[in-house]
């Protein structure tokens, strides 16, 4: 399983400055690739998801893609109407996101809503339904279960629900080859810790061998040790991350959803402390770089 990073910002597309760099962990918001056997998965579709397009442009292929949005906040979705391969007759996305329950009686797809909503012809000059990739939306209830059977492997899908304002899933991924072991990559996005540790993330995150979790705000700024708290927003920490792998038993603990106030430096410096803290416990820590790449 190839996974590669094309977003780790949180909330808003950073931009690297002269007096604020960026350029290490990147500025592009949440979109991760993940290759597995004949299948390609998009999690996400952030500002970063048009740099994957780019690349998949590069070859000359019709694409059959399956895509699981965690949810629709716009620096979720905000790179779609720049992903070039939706503008190719031919290309083929199955696009998955979760069915919101805090709009009831809404029949229909939330994700393609959204997608459709940021399109609009005041805002955007292509409307969805004029990008001529054929498109197919389906929504995702709470600990689904989707399978895509392939020759040699195959990949499953779940999700769950994490805590967030207005919802988010949560996705594990699984790959599936006869004869070895399972390789587990665990999307957790936009989630913020309960009291104790989540059972869906312990679902979702159940050795795993990489967790990407929400490490928005050190554990003093979620406090408010300094200024205001940020309870109640949706985000968490590396301490709460590091339980959480500790419980499920994950070996590489990835931070994502950098706050656009940190730049490289505070990146890095919350990823030594993040290291510390786990000295002892055999996982692995990691802030999520713009343009990773890991295989498991
Ligand atoms: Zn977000
Ligand atoms: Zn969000």
Same mark, same amino acid.
């Given at each position: 399983?190839?996974?590669?990073?094309?977003?780790?910002?949180?909330?808003?597309?950073?931009?690297?400055?002269?007096?604020?760099?960026?350029?290490?962990?990147?500025?592009?918001?949440?979109?991760?690739?993940?290759?597995?056997?004949?299948?390609?998965?998009?999690? $996400?579709?952030?500002?970063?998801? &048009?740099?994957?397009?780019?690349?998949?442009?590069?070859?000359?292929?019709?694409?059959?893609?399956?895509?699981?949005?965690?949810?629709?906040?716009?620096?979720?979705?905000?790179?779609?109407?720049?992903?070039?391969?939706?503008?190719?007759?031919?290309?083929?996305?199955?696009?998955?996101?979760? &069915?919101?329950?805090?709009?009831?009686?809404?029949?229909?797809?939330?994700?393609?809503?959204?997608? &459709?909503?940021?399109?609009? $012809?005041?805002?955007?000059?292509?409307?969805?339904?004029?990008?001529?990739?054929?498109?197919?939306?389906?929504?995702?209830? $709470?600990?689904?279960?989707?399978?895509?059977?392939?020759?040699?492997?195959?990949?499953?899908?779940?999700?769950?629900?994490?805590?967030?304002?207005?919802?988010?899933?949560?996705?594990?991924?699984?790959?599936?080859?006869?004869?070895?072991?399972?390789?587990?990559?665990?999307?957790?996005?936009?989630?913020?810790?309960?009291?104790?540790?989540?059972?869906?993330?312990?679902?979702?995150?159940?050795?795993?061998?990489?967790?990407?979790? $929400?490490?928005?705000?050190?554990?003093? %700024?979620?406090?408010?040790?300094?200024?205001?708290?940020?309870?109640?927003?949706?985000?968490?920490?590396?301490?709460?991350?590091?339980?959480?792998?500790?419980?499920?038993?994950?070996?590489? +603990?990835?931070?994502?959803?950098?706050?656009?106030?940190?730049?490289?430096?505070?990146?890095?410096?919350?990823?030594?402390?993040? &290291?510390? +803290?786990?000295?002892?416990?055999?996982?692995?820590?990691?802030?999520?770089?713009?343009?990773? %790449?890991?295989?498991?």
């Amino acid at each position: 399983m190839k996974i590669k990073i094309w977003g780790t910002r949180g909330s808003i597309p950073t931009p690297s400055n002269s007096s604020f760099v960026t350029t290490r962990y990147g500025g592009d918001t949440t979109c991760v690739s993940i290759d597995s056997g004949e299948h390609r998965i998009i999690l $996400d579709g952030g500002t970063g998801l &048009r740099l994957l397009g780019l690349e998949m442009m590069k070859e000359n292929r019709p694409w059959d893609c399956h895509f699981f949005f965690s949810h629709v906040h716009w620096d979720h979705i905000q790179g779609f109407p720049f992903f070039l391969p939706s503008f190719t007759p031919g290309n083929r996305f199955t696009l998955y996101g979760p &069915r919101l329950m805090s709009l009831p009686g809404f029949v229909g797809s939330i994700l393609e809503k959204a997608l &459709r909503g940021q399109q609009e $012809d005041l805002n955007f000059p292509v409307q969805l339904k004029d990008m001529p990739a054929e498109m197919i939306f389906k929504d995702l209830d $709470d600990r689904s279960v989707i399978t895509l059977p392939g020759k040699k492997s195959s990949v499953k899908i779940l999700s769950a629900a994490l805590n967030h304002p207005g919802g988010c899933y949560g996705y594990r991924i699984e790959e599936h080859v006869p004869g070895e072991r399972t390789k587990v990559f665990t999307f957790a996005t936009d989630t913020e810790h309960l009291k104790t540790v989540h059972p869906n993330l312990q679902f979702l995150a159940k050795d795993a061998d990489v967790l990407l979790y $929400d490490g928005q705000y050190t554990p003093e %700024e979620y406090e408010g040790i300094n200024g205001m708290d940020h309870k109640g927003w949706g985000h968490s920490t590396y301490e709460w991350g590091l339980k959480e792998a500790q419980a499920a038993g994950v070996k590489l +603990l990835l931070l994502h959803h950098h706050d656009p106030l940190h730049d490289d430096d505070k990146v890095a410096e919350i990823e030594a402390a993040a &290291r510390a +803290l786990a000295q002892g416990t055999g996982i692995e820590v990691e802030a999520g770089a713009q343009m990773r %790449e890991i295989e498991i």
